[in-house]
């Protein structure tokens, strides 16, 4: 899982704006922030550098114990 829905939301991007910064379609960009579809590293590098974040704020790192 990714939280790459919660930092463009914060930031005030656009998925449609977002997209088209990754070079990647809307629908693809979509996938990723509802978790259809996970970017590979290489991408997820890119995005969090599109957002001027730290890559690990992009990986849910909370996983059940149970």
Do not use: H, W
């Not at 590098?45 to 849910?60: G, M, N, T, W, Y």
Request: a negative charge; one cysteine or more.
């Amino acid at each position: 899982m990714n939280c790459i829905k919660d930092v463009p939301e914060e930031k005030g991007i656009k998925q449609t704006g977002f997209a088209g910064k990754l070079e990647k379609s809307f629908s693809i960009v979509n996938a990723y922030v509802c978790n259809r579809r996970q970017p590979c590293l290489e991408e997820l590098f890119e995005i969090a550098e599109i957002l001027q974040v730290d890559v690990k704020e992009l990986i849910d790192s909370k996983k059940d114990l149970l």
